[in-house]
């Protein structure tokens, strides 16, 4: 029997109302709480949060001047049309690509990385 389950994983943004917007559409999810600072994304039994901070200063990856802090896999039936998919919500592409045959390195749009798996 696990001591405890995830409940929610926080993202850090400057707009936490268009992040929430993007994970909801990417995951099929469901937006519970809008509000300048703080949105959150129901998808199953977990929250994805979206926390504005001012001044934020998006991850580098992957150079280490600003780790990536938190890095979603995320599992896709087919990788090109995730990818379109991501892209059209607001993702960009990633230049460094190191398995590109079995998954995708994206950005959403505060940008954080993120992988599609197949």
């Known amino acids: 029997m696990p001591v405890a389950s995830i409940a929610a994983i926080n993202l850090e943004c400057p707009d936490p109302i268009s992040l929430a917007r993007f994970w909801a559409h990417m995951l099929s999810g469901e937006i519970t709480v809008e509000t300048p600072g703080f949105c959150a994304v129901k998808v199953g039994t977990l929250h994805l949060g979206a926390v504005g901070v001012e001044d934020y200063q998006p991850p580098t990856w992957p150079s280490n001047d600003r780790s990536q802090q938190i890095h979603l ?22 230049h460094h690509q190191p398995s590109p045959e079995r998954s995708r390195v994206l950005r959403d749009p505060a940008g954080h990385p993120f992988c599609l798996r197949a």
């Open 73 to 94: 896999d995320l599992t896709v039936d087919d990788l090109d049309t995730a990818e379109h998919e991501a892209v059209r919500l607001g993702a960009t592409k990633e």
